[in-house]
C-alpha cells in the first residue's frame, strides 16, 4: 500500500517535473524570441532615425535655398522695376513714334502685357520657390510627426516586450 502510494506520488512528482521542464522550454523560446523582437525594434528605430535625421538634413537645406533664392529673385525684380521705370522716363520722348501704316488697325506694342516678359516670368520663379518651400515646410512636419508616432509606438511595444521578459524569467 504505501509503496503504489509512493510510487503514485513519485509518477506525479515526474509528470509535475516533465510539466515544468516543458513550461521552461517554452517561455525561454518566448524569450529568445521577445529578445530578437527588441533588437529588431531597435534596428527599426535606429535606421528610422537614421532616414530622418538625413531627411531633415535635406528639408533644412531645401527651405534655406529656397529662402535665398525668394531673395535674390525680389532683388532682381526690384532692380528691372527701377531700370524700366527709369528707361520709361528717359525714353518716352526720345523717340517720335512713326506714323501707322494703313494696313494696320492699331499700333503694334509688342507682346510684353500678354506674357509679362522678364519681369512676369522672375515674378512667377518668385512665386515657385515660395510655394517649393511652403511644400517642404509641410512635408518636413509631417516626416517629423510619422517619425514621433513611430518612435513613441515602438517605445511602447519595447517596454511592454521587456516586461514581458522579466514576467516570463520569473
Given amino acids: 500500500q504505501t509503496r503504489k502510494e509512493k510510487t503514485a506520488g513519485v509518477e506525479s512528482l515526474s509528470a ?9 522550454a517554452k517561455l525561454t523560446e518566448d524569450i529568445a524570441e521577445l529578445t530578437q523582437a ?4 531597435n534596428a527599426a528605430v535606429a ?10 538634413a535635406k528639408n533644412t537645406e531645401t527651405i534655406a535655398d529656397a529662402k ?3 531673395t535674390a529673385v525680389a532683388q532682381a525684380l526690384a532692380v528691372l522695376k527701377e531700370f524700366y521705370a527709369k528707361a520709361a522716363e528717359a525714353t518716352s520722348f526720345a523717340q517720335q513714334q512713326p506714323a501707322i501704316p494703313e494696313v494696320f488697325d492699331s499700333e503694334y506694342k509688342g507682346m510684353q502685357t ?4 522678364v519681369v512676369g516670368m522672375l515674378e512667377v520663379i518668385e512665386s515657385d520657390f515660395a510655394r517649393l ?10 516626416a517629423q510627426r510619422e517619425y514621433d508616432e513611430f ?3 515602438s517605445t511602447t511595444d519595447k517596454n511592454k516586450k521587456a516586461t514581458d521578459i522579466e514576467h516570463k524569467t520569473a
Fill in 151 to 153: 518612435k513613441a509606438d
Fill in 133 to 142: 518651400e511652403a511644400d517642404t515646410k509641410a512635408a518636413e512636419s509631417s
Fill in 114 to 117: 500678354n506674357n509679362g516678359g
Fill in 16 to 24: 509535475r517535473k516533465d510539466e515544468l521542464q516543458a513550461s521552461i
Fill in 38 to 41: 527588441i533588437a529588431d525594434l
Fill in 68 to 70: 535665398e533664392a525668394q
Fill in 47 to 56: 535606421k528610422a532615425t537614421e532616414l530622418r535625421n538625413a531627411e531633415k
